[in-house]
């Protein structure tokens, strides 16, 4: 703020801001000045650039950028179980979204909050930046988070990645956000110890927030359109990230055709994981066979081509890839070579169970994975044996799903 | 804290109530389009049905989804509006 103004004609020429004996006696032309008083002191500053007053003030003087009906809870009703009634929840506590809170979270975009970002099933509800920063506030997420959930919901809403039949299937899955680029290291993602696991605000809150945007905005709920028999946890929100740094490969959104340096979100209908234990092979060969073993029976060990898998492998088991110079293609070549035999293999009654492929397959030499079927994504902590397999629900082959990736825009 | 003001999160439609259709008293020689959603033996559930609904005086027709695992499609549906008096719908495994 200023604290002296020169003025000419009406007009401010000049102006001082604080106090400075010698900056004061300058401007003046009046010396000595202020005799008795410190040398200087820093002036004022306006309260509207204060942190927590900020949105505050734009909340009662600028809520005319938000279009969402504004809801009034009773004097006596209490915030959170407010929230719990309404049905706003996916089973956890959510956190009120207040103008002020939602302002705050719009500051993570540039995009205008009357931009429609996708329209979302099941109901096909336009969906703007604004609703998707509502519902951000709601599962807890911070607004630099609000890029990578705006490009997770575009994926999710497109024809390829079919949200409308994954929420409407018995089957256990959900919607699985793999980022990578450097957005992961500027929000603060995990993509190190327990990634698939909780802890990390990001991670549990990004996918969290998408699912809240399903059920409020595309009105997608467990016993309406949403029919999983048996669902999984990975539902309430499943978001991780690759962990690029010390890869020994190139991160999946470059193996997709993006630009390292670009900024991705990949969407996987799926569940998991579906651990793979192999404590003491030391040789790729040795290695590969035990992922192909536990892969084999994804879905079912009599079916095929039917179902996608992405295997998250930590850095110990990547190394034993990484001495040998195995790049991802070959290790899909090869899983794809131990894991293609004649369909009678895979055969209806094959082991006695009624489950398998057709009997006219029987003659085709089958790989178990479809062209693009099988993915691996490096990430985990550096210490433990093991690889996740992350499974899909039905993939295009079965009318399914195709994971789907979108650059994430600021 | 009470009397909290916040932002509604969800997509705003008032859902109107739809009313049902009236039961028809009869199904004597209605067009009854029997649609398979393509999901395993539902077509033996429809078999069954069509033969109750024919010896009923019913004139039935036969649809099919592509998969069950999507919308019918748009066609599909307007093909059924046009061709039909009632549907039934087999869902299941």
Redesign the interface.
């Known amino acids: 703020m200023p604290t002296l103004l020169r003025v000419e004609h009406g007009q401010v020429v000049d102006q001082l801001q604080g106090w400075l004996r010698d900056r004061w006696e300058e401007f003046t032309g009046v010396a000595p000045l202020g005799e008795g008083l410190p040398e200087y002191r820093a002036g004022c500053g306006s309260r509207s650039v204060e942190p927590a007053l900020v949105e505050k003030l734009a909340a009662r003087f600028g809520g005319d950028r938000?279009a969402?009906?504004?809801?009034?809870?009773?004097?006596?009703?209490?915030?959170f179980e407010?929230?719990y009634a309404r049905g706003?929840s996916d089973g956890l506590p959510v956190i009120?979204?207040?103008?002020e809170r939602?302002l705050r979270m719009l500051a993570g975009t540039s995009r205008e909050p009357s931009e429609v970002v996708a329209v979302?099933p099941p109901?096909l509800?336009p969906?703007t930046v604004?609703?998707i920063a509502?519902?951000a506030v709601?599962a807890g997420c911070r607004p630099e988070y609000l890029p990578v959930l705006m490009a997770a919901l575009e994926a999710a809403c497109t024809d390829d990645f079919?949200m409308?039949?994954l929420l409407a299937?018995t089957f256990f899955s959900g919607p699985i956000v793999i980022v990578n680029g450097p957005i992961s290291r500027e929000i603060g993602m995990n993509s190190g110890v327990n990634v698939l696991g909780q802890g990390n605000r990001a991670n549990s809150t990004i996918g969290r927030a998408l699912q809240?945007v399903v059920r409020?905005?595309?009105?997608g709920r467990p016993d309406g359109v949403d029919r999983a028999t048996l669902g999984s946890p990975g539902k309430l929100g499943f978001c991780f990230a690759e962990r690029e740094e010390d890869s020994p490969w190139e991160p999946l959104h470059v193996e997709l055709g993006f630009r390292p340096e670009q900024s991705t979100v990949t969407l996987f209908a799926g569940q998991g994981p579906e651990p793979i234990v192999d404590q003491l092979s030391r040789t790729p060969e040795e290695l590969i066979r035990s992922f192909a073993a536990c892969l084999d029976a994804v879905a079912h060990p009599n079916l095929a081509l039917g179902f996608d898998a992405i295997v998250v492998v930590p850095p110990d088991h990547a190394r034993v890839f990484r001495g040998a110079g195995w790049s991802k293609a070959r290790m899909r070549e090869e899983v794809n070579r131990l894991l293609t035999r004649p369909g009678r293999e895979r055969a209806r009654g094959r082991g006695g169970m009624g489950e398998g492929l057709p009997e006219s397959l029987a003659e085709a030499d089958i790989s178990k994975f479809r062209e693009g079927g099988l993915h691996f994504v490096h990430a985990g902590g550096k210490a433990g044996m093991f690889s996740g397999v992350l499974t899909s629900w039905?993939n295009p082959n079965?009318?399914?799903s195709t994971p789907v990736t979108v650059e994430v825009r600021k | 804290?009470?009397?909290?003001?916040?932002?509604?999160?969800?997509?705003?439609?008032q859902p109107r109530e739809r009313r049902r259709l009236p039961r028809p008293d009869s199904i004597d020689g209605r067009r009854v389009a029997l649609l398979d959603i393509s999901k395993a033996r539902g077509n033996v559930f429809l078999d069954r049905l069509e033969q109750l609904l024919s010896e009923r005086g019913a004139k039935t027709e036969r649809f099919r989804k592509?998969?069950?695992?999507?919308?019918a499609p748009r066609a599909l549906l307007e093909e059924i509006t046009a061709r039909s008096d009632l549907v039934v719908e087999a869902l299941a495994d």
């Open positions: 938000l969402s009906r504004r809801i009034s809870f009773g004097a006596e009703e209490d915030e407010a929230a706003w009120p979204p207040t103008p939602v979302v109901d509800v969906c604004e609703k509502v519902n709601l079919n409308h039949g299937t809240l409020n905005v595309g009105g039905v079965g009318g399914g | 804290m009470s009397g909290l003001e916040v932002l509604d999160p969800t997509g705003e439609r592509p998969t069950f695992a999507r919308p």
